[in-house]
T-cell receptor
Framework: DGGITQSPKYLFRKEGQNVTLSCEQNLNHDAMYWYRQDPGQGLRLIYYSQIVNDFQKGDIAEGYSVSREKKESFPLTVTSAQKNPTAFYLC?????????????FGQGTRLTVV | AQKITQTQPGMFVQEKEAVTLDCTYDTSDPSYGLFWYKQPSSGEMIFLIYQGSYDQQNATEGRYSLNFQKARKSANLVISASQLGDSAMYFCAMRDRGFQKLVFGTGTRLLVSP
């Protein structure tokens, strides 16, 4: 079945550590996105990528980094520079960013700083 | 800049009744797309319905319909014959051609009671 897989589902990070959230899609989609969701709030865009080896900052990119070496993979690294990383992270993809088609989402990763 | 506003933090409805969830948007691009997503407590984002800015008719998908009023810049979601399984967070989102990213509102929590 085609879809988007995020792993792990739950992640715990110690203060000062970098952690990487995985996002893989087998939908052959060009565009991929990372969103952050805080309790009771909407989704805020962290980074997005329209093609391989290219990505752009979203609204809250500080303290995060991404790579897009393969079409199907868009990992997100939460660095120690991100002061409040505890949140729910959602990865999404869409066929093409310019055709106005819907984005498909993964199941999310819940990150907690301990 | 594009912006989505959802003014209803929570809505209550009885089973089998219809409910309208409000969404207003702002964009300077004449070409844009509007989306509604459902987020159950499990966290996944489920695509419900899409409306393009040039679509002449309001979109419908089963029990979901979108009341699109372009002049008012509103795109309200109507759920007919509510079911207990409709209890969830609902997000309105927009993509315009210029920004090529999906921007979300803060969401409305819908609770369907027996």
């Amino acid at each position: 079945d085609g879809g988007i897989t995020q792993s792990p589902k739950y992640l715990f990070r110690k203060e000062g550590q970098n952690v990487t959230l995985s996002c893989e899609q087998n939908l052959n989609h060009d565009a991929m996105y990372w969103y952050r969701q805080d309790p009771g709030q909407g989704l805020r865009l962290i980074y997005y990528s329209q093609i391989v080896n290219d990505f752009q900052k979203g609204d809250i990119a500080e303290g995060y980094s991404v790579s897009r070496e393969k079409k199907e993979s868009f990992p997100l690294t939460v660095t120690s520079a991100q002061k409040n990383p505890t949140a729910f992270y959602l990865c999404a993809s869409s066929i093409s960013p310019v055709r106005g088609l819907e984005a498909f989402f993964g199941q999310g990763t819940r990150l907690t700083v301990v | 800049a594009q912006k989505i506003t959802q003014t209803q933090p929570g809505m209550f409805v009885q089973e089998k009744e219809a409910v309208t969830l409000d969404c207003t948007y702002d964009t300077s691009d004449p070409s844009y797309g509007l989306f509604w997503y459902k987020q159950p407590s499990s966290g996944e984002m489920i695509f419900l319905i899409y409306q393009g800015s040039y679509d002449q008719q309001n979109a419908t998908e089963g029990r979901y319909s979108l009341n699109f009023q372009k002049a008012r810049k509103s795109a309200n979601l109507v759920i007919s014959a509510s079911q207990l399984g409709d209890s969830a967070m609902y997000f309105c989102a927009m993509r315009d051609r210029g920004f090529q990213k999906l921007v979300f509102g803060t969401g409305t929590r819908l609770l369907v009671s027996p």
